[in-house]
């Protein structure tokens, strides 16, 4: 499955640049150098011994605690934030 993410343009010339140096101008280059980078990533944080305890939905549910809608509206409510944002970008 692809992974999409937006970064800073800067941080994204400079990665393509180094990418293209490391592993050549060929298709897949960018895929090498993005899996090599979070590789190294991980490998980094694991080696901290970072962990979570604690059942994962409960910490979920205890950030959500403050939000007095339930998830139907709430989905409604993002639909119409979406469209607003979706019909902003359309020329007319």
Same mark, same amino acid.
């Given at each position: 499955m692809p992974?999409?993410?937006?970064?800073?343009?800067?941080?994204?010339?400079?990665?393509?640049?180094?990418a293209?140096?490391?592993?050549?101008y060929a298709k $897949?280059? %960018?895929s090498k150098a993005a899996e090599e980078a979070i590789t190294q990533w991980a490998s980094m944080l694991e080696g901290e011994g970072l962990s979570f305890e604690g059942d994962p939905v409960e910490a979920i549910? $205890?950030? %959500?605690?403050d939000v007095r809608v339930d998830s139907v509206k709430l989905q409604h409510e993002i639909q119409k934030i979406w469209?607003?944002?979706?019909?902003?970008n359309v020329s007319n």
């Open positions: 992974l999409r993410v937006q970064i800073n343009k800067k941080l994204e010339q400079r990665f393509r640049e180094l293209m140096r490391r592993f050549g $897949g280059a %960018l549910d $205890g950030l %959500l605690s469209a607003s944002r979706v019909l902003k």
